[in-house]
């Protein structure tokens, strides 16, 4: 299985800054990434897909970059609703896997 | 607009079974895949398996074969997950989402969730 390892766990960030979320695969996922949202008690939403691509709604301060092994999630002018968890997930290959999750708050 | 919306919390025994359901609506639901995913609640996300609408071809996680058994009633929009012979490492919430045709790995909706509690 390919295993995505998320950094950082937990990140707090104050309104209007600018945070970044890294995700590593174990092998190459040829972009086959893509970037959830989810809040507390709430189901995940989809951000990104093919590491880059906006998904339709998204804020455009969401954005996502990287190629290969590396992937990451940029929020520009970070706002109150952007507090929540964040789950990358690779759809290279079988099966499916999620990295770990970074949990973003409010400083 | 596309609405997954799951049956209710359950509370199980173990060793029995449990059929969740999504019903869909807003979409076509022939022409789309379902995968469902499990969550411990504080933890990250599992694919459990998927299930294309259109001829009930599946797919499964292999750590999933045998415990989750994917259907759907295409004449009422609905899929299903059959778990079985759960035990308390089965309680979780579990959601469905769906998978557009040429690019069913991405979830682009999902369902709110059910929670499964497996307890004597």
């Known amino acids: 299985d390919i295993q995505m390892t998320q950094s950082p766990a937990s990140l707090s960030a104050s309104l209007g800054e600018t945070v970044t979320i890294e995700c590593r695969a174990s092998?190459?996922?040829?972009?086959?990434l893509a970037w959830y949202q989810q809040k507390p008690g709430k189901s995940p939403q989809l951000l990104i897909y093919?590491?880059?691509s906006l998904h339709t709604g998204v804020p455009s301060r969401f954005s996502g970059s990287g190629s290969g092994t590396q992937y990451s999630l940029k929020i520009n002018s970070l706002q109150s609703e952007d507090v929540a968890s964040y789950f990358c997930?690779?759809?290279?290959?079988?099966?499916?896997?999620f990295g770990g999750g970074t949990k973003l708050e409010l400083k | 607009q596309v609405k997954l919306q799951q049956s209710g919390a359950e509370l199980v025994k173990p060793g029995a079974s449990v059929k969740l359901s999504c019903k869909t609506s807003?979409?076509?639901?022939?022409?789309?895949?379902m995968s469902w995913f499990k969550q411990i609640p504080g933890q990250s996300i599992e694919w459990i398996g998927m299930?294309?609408?259109?001829?009930?071809?599946?797919g499964y996680n292999q750590k999933f074969k045998g415990k989750a058994t994917l259907t759907v009633d295409t004449s009422s929009s609905t899929a299903y997950m059959d778990l079985s012979s759960l035990t308390t490492e089965d309680s979780a919430v579990y959601f469905c989402?769906?998978?557009?045709?040429?690019?069913?790995?991405?979830?682009?909706?999902w369902g709110q969730g059910a929670s499964v509690t497996v307890s004597s």
């Open positions: 299930i294309y609408a259109g001829d009930g071809g599946t």
């Open positions: 093919n590491a880059n």
């Open positions: 092998e190459d996922i040829y972009n086959g």
């Open positions: 807003g979409y076509t639901f022939s022409t789309s895949y």
């Open positions: 997930q690779q759809y290279y290959d079988y099966p499916w896997t």
């Open positions: 989402a769906r998978g557009e045709l040429l690019l069913y790995g991405v979830m682009d909706a």
